[in-house]
T-cell receptor
Framework: EAGVAQSPRYKIIEKRQSVAFWCNPI?????LYWYQQILGQGPKLLIQ????????DSQLPKDRFSAERLKGVDSTLKIQPAKLEDSAVYLC????????????????FGPGTRLTVL | GQNIDQPTEMTATEGAIVQINCTYQ??????LFWYQQHAGEAPTFLSY??LDGLEEKGRFSSFLSRSKGYSYLLLKELQMKDSASYLC????????????WGAGTKLIIKP
């Protein structure tokens, strides 16, 4: 079974530029998450999708960040314009979204995109 | 508020045993996860506990006490490749099945 795919793996941009990240979840996984992870910290949830609908985007800085999952499969996360404090690793994760008794609904992560804003 | 506490860093010797603790205060409880994260890589799933007690999986074991809001990850027969950060995450009562993440414990293995 193929894992979660992300691209690019690394990106360096200057502040005020825009950048986009792409994620392809594990086949059949209904739930997709975008996280921001700053060095030395745990992942911070930015947005959660279930199929092509947004479940939670309460921590997404909507003045500069946007995300979509148009067909309920692939997703893109965009930052426009970028700030220095956006330098972080952006992780995409997916889960099966089975909520029955005994289900763990484990999240599986992609390799991440390391963003450096200069 | 909701909070997950783990030690920032631990050091252990190759071949030894180490216990990484995690305490949590969350709005309800619906499972606790441990993930391993090597430097520059994504977190990978290690274990899941939802009932009290010990879950053993090879060299790794995870323990949960819901009444104490406490878990630990036990690593036996440490190998150099176990040098990584270990993240504790709790699923609260939130219907969105979201995880509350700790900051992680960086484990350094010395020969």
């Amino acid at each position: 079974e193929a894992g979660v795919a992300q691209s690019p793996r690394y990106k360096i941009i200057e502040k005020r530029q825009s950048v986009a990240f792409w994620c392809n979840p594990i086949s059949g996984h209904a739930t997709l998450y975008w996280y921001q992870q700053i060095l030395g910290q745990g992942p911070k949830l930015l947005i959660q999708f279930q199929n092509n609908g947004v479940v939670d985007d309460s921590q997404l800085p909507k003045d500069r960040f946007s995300a979509e999952r148009l067909k309920g499969v692939d997703s893109t996360l965009k930052i426009q314009p970028a700030k220095l404090e956006d330098s972080a690793v952006y992780l995409c994760a997916s889960s099966l979204e089975s909520r029955g008794a005994g289900s763990t609904d484990t999240q599986y992560f992609g390799p991440g995109t390391r963003l450096t804003v200069l | 508020g909701q909070n997950i506490d783990q030690p920032t860093e631990m050091t252990a010797t190759e071949g030894a045993i180490v216990q990484i603790n995690c305490t949590y205060q969350t709005s309800g409880f619906n499972g606790l996860f441990w993930y391993q994260q090597h430097a520059g890589e994504a977190p990978t799933f290690l274990s899941y506990n939802v009932l009290d007690g010990l879950e053993e999986k090879g060299r790794f074991s995870s323990f949960l006490s819901r009444s104490k809001g406490y878990s630990y990850l036990l690593l036996k027969e440490l190998q150099m490749k176990d040098s990584a950060s270990y993240l504790c995450a709790v699923r609260g009562r939130d219907s969105n099945y979201q995880l509350i993440w700790g900051a992680g414990t960086k484990l350094i293995i010395k020969p």
